[in-house]
């Protein structure tokens, strides 16, 4: 089965005051993501906003986005736990003889 897998590869922050995003990449990480088009080589980035900051203040996450081969793991079934079953027939009730019982 077939999905799409984030490799990140690098952060950035805005740059006070423009509307610019900063990024800072490993050319080695990058030349592991090349692909050719029309014989030429490409890298195609995603960039996305962070929920939060990181300790260094990157706003700005990097990453490649890639169609990558993945086996098929079955989810674990969970074992269901018998469910206990109510009484719901009413039984009809002994008529026990009555007895004079000597108190």
Known sequence: M??????YIGKGKKIEGLEIIK???????LAKFSHKYNDE????????KMKNPDKFGHDYTVY????????????????????????????????????DIPF
């Not at 990024?23 to 990480?29: H, P, R, S, T, V």
């Not at 986005?65 to 009809?92: F, I, Q």
């Open 64 to 99: 490649v986005n890639r169609l990558e081969e993945s086996e098929v793991n079955e989810p674990a079934k969970e074992k269901e736990t018998p469910k206990k079953k109510r009484n719901t027939s009413k039984k009809a009730t002994k008529d026990l003889p009555s007895a």
């Open 2 to 7: 077939k999905n799409f897998v984030k490799n």
């Open 23 to 29: 990024i800072n990449l490993k050319i080695e990480d």
């Open 41 to 48: 080589d490409y890298i195609t980035v995603e960039i996305a």
